[in-house]
Every structure is written in structure tokens, then in C-alpha cells.
């Protein structure tokens, strides 16, 4: 079964700075990727994907992705972060052989002091 | 607008209680979840919807029972709520073929 991994549950920047969340994954084949963004009191949202090719993905806001098979990783990052970044950030993967559902990691909560 | 839709944002019931909620898409999609997010913010799936069709159904109670009119519609109706059914729940949509997810708002539910 495939599982995801966040292993920081909380991160705390301070606006301007860079940032990277980390996100690990476990699967016997390369699972279809995604970060998706959960603002305060809405659904998620997708900052990004990765199907194949090109292992640096770019999404929306600035935020992009590298994917690593060798480190079974798709951490995401953004050069400056801005207050308005301050949400709930969560890691998912999709079984390649159906596509059927997402399995996702516990959430990073990202907080932005000015 | 094309997004997915769920009604209602917000309800509180009490224990033993019936509540359905609402899911419509208007993205052309075919293929619907419903997931779980608890207090934790932790998001389990629990059920998919392929044309009307029911694809995946995760071990959740039986109270638990989606409905599907047609593809754009995807219900969830709980028999009975618990105090553990208190989450927010979410509904998803995407087309066959892609296998990126578009979300709804959610709707939180607590059961007093």
C-alpha cells in the first residue's frame, strides 16, 4: 500500500524568506504526485502535479516541486514566501495502475509572521 | 461558474440523528469522492463514484451511505450520526483520464 510522509507538522517562516516542506513517499512504482493547499475554512487546492519527465515542476504562486526516485521525495518549494501563504499544506500520491484515489499526508501547517 | 458545490457549509445535529449532504460538480467530470477530514486535519477517502457507479468504499460504518444520480451529483447521507462523525466532509471530482482532484468547500459537521 502506498503511504505518504510530511515530517514537519508545523513550520514558521518569516515573510520574505524561502521555504521548503518536505514530503517522502512509499510505493513499489513511481505514484502520480500532488500538493495541494487548504486555506482556513475552505477545500483544498492544487498548487502542483507530477506525472513524469521533467523532475522540477512548477505550480501556482511561485510554488514549485522537485521530485527524487532515489529519495522517494516530492518536497515543494517557494523563494519568498508571503504572508497570504499561511495555510495547510498537504502532500498526495495516486496509484498509477488506477488513478482511483489520492492518499495523503498528515498536512504541514505553514505560518508567516510579517 | 464550473467548480464543485456542497451543501450545506455547516450543520449540528445531535446523536442519532439523520443528515445528508449535498455534492454537484460542474466541471464536466465523471468520476466523485467523498473524504474525510477530522479534527486532526487528517483526509481518509471514503468513497468513489465512476458514472453512477460506486468504485471505491473504504472500511467506513455502515451508517454511511452515498447516492448518485447522475455524474455531477454525488450525495452522502449518515444513518444515525456518532460523535466521532463530527469532521468535515469533502467532496472531489475528476475526469477519467486525468488524475488531479477538484475540491469543494467541505462541510462541517458536528454532532453534539
Known amino acids: 500500500a502506498q503511504s505518504v510522509t510530511q515530517p514537519d507538522a508545523r513550520v514558521t517562516v518569516s515573510e520574505g524568506a524561502s521555504l521548503q516542506l518536505r514530503c517522502k513517499y512509499s510505493?513499489?512504482?513511481?505514484?502520480?504526485l500532488f500538493w495541494y493547499v487548504q486555506y482556513p475554512r475552505q477545500g483544498l487546492q492544487l498548487l502542483l502535479k507530477?506525472?513524469?519527465?521533467?523532475?522540477v515542476v512548477q505550480g501556482v504562486n511561485g510554488f514549485e516541486a522537485e521530485f527524487s526516485k532515489s529519495n522517494s521525495s516530492f518536497h515543494l518549494r517557494k523563494a519568498s514566501v508571503h504572508w497570504s501563504d499561511s495555510a495547510v499544506y498537504f502532500c498526495a500520491v495516486s496509484p498509477t495502475s488506477s488513478g482511483q484515489k489520492l492518499v495523503f499526508g498528515q498536512g504541514t501547517i505553514l505560518k508567516v509572521y510579517l | 461558474e464550473t467548480a464543485v458545490f456542497q451543501t450545506p457549509n455547516y450543520h449540528v445535529t445531535q446523536v442519532g440523528n439523520e443528515v445528508s449532504f449535498n455534492c454537484k460538480q460542474t466541471?464536466?467530470?465523471?468520476?466523485m469522492y467523498w473524504y474525510k477530514q477530522d479534527s486532526k486535519k487528517l483526509l481518509k477517502i471514503m468513497f468513489s463514484?465512476?458514472?453512477?457507479?460506486?468504485?471505491v468504499n473504504e472500511t467506513v460504518p455502515r451508517r454511511f451511505s452515498p447516492q448518485s444520480s447522475d455524474k455531477a451529483h454525488l450525495n452522502l447521507r449518515i444513518k444515525s450520526v456518532e460523535p466521532e462523525d463530527s469532521a468535515v466532509y469533502l467532496c472531489a471530482s475528476r475526469r477519467t483520464g486525468d488524475y488531479e482532484q477538484y475540491f469543494g468547500p467541505g462541510t462541517r459537521l458536528t454532532v453534539l
Open positions: 466541471l464536466g467530470h465523471d468520476t
Open positions: 463514484y465512476n458514472n453512477k457507479q460506486l468504485i
Open positions: 510505493s513499489s512504482v513511481t505514484p502520480y
Open positions: 507530477y506525472y513524469s519527465g521533467d523532475p
